[in-house]
């Protein structure tokens, strides 16, 4: 994509997360059935979280996979980034809200030096971003040598006996619970979309690796729709 294209494809991806602001934490729990917050706490363990460790959570929305990071280990030095003022502006106003650093980021472009934090978390970024693999670059340059990534997504739906059932989520559910919930349709056919368009588990296991990072595993969730891959930042490099 040419670059005047891709700022503008990454403005329209902005704006849709701005309008989608004020729903999106109930509109998330209804379309997952209230999954999500289980999987957002694996994402937690596998981050190996310890007072005084430094975590950012890019893409962080209203910052609910901040919020369970704290609640796991309220020592620990949290930071959300996330490109949507619309979000931020939201995560902020949530109880406890103002205790968190928000940083308005880019994922491609993190504003953060080199080797800052030991753990970095995603939930949903991934594949919203333009280049991945660039969003995984940027992961490993502000980690720690040693230091982990772990990134929760979807999956496009694998060839199996729920397969019908989960196309029907994606492709009526979810648009329609977005009319009805958010009154908005089009950003919610659009989520559902990314999914089906979206990377295998082992093409994200390849991409993280060529990123750099070692020790790259995909742990499937849900019928294989939901994916956490882990990987870490190798100590000499
Ligand atoms: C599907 S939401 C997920 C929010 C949250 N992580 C969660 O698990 O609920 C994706 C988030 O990523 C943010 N995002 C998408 N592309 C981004 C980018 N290039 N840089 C920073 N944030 C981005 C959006 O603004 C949105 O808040």
Known sequence: MKQGGESRKRQEIKHMFDRLSGHYDVLNRMITFGFDS???RRVIERANLSPGKRLLDV???????VFTALRKEPLVRATAADFSFAMI???RSRPGGDQIPWCSADALKLPFSDNTFDAVTSGYLIRNVLDPLKAFQEQLRVL????VVVCLETSPPKQN?????????????????????GGNQSAYTYLPNTTRGFMKPN????????????????RLLMFGTMTIHCGRRPKRS
């Open 38 to 40: 289980g999987w957002r």
């Open 59 to 65: 893409g962080s929305g209203t910052g609910d996979m």
């Open 89 to 91: 502006k939201k995560g």
């Open 144 to 147: 720690k040598p040693g230091g």
């Open 161 to 181: 006996l729920v397969r019908p059932l989960i196309l029907i989520h994606l492709k009526l559910v979810i648009p329609l619970l977005g009319r009805l919930v």
């Open 203 to 218: 093409e994200m296991v390849a991409t993280m690796q060529k990123a750099g990072f070692e020790s790259v595993s995909c």
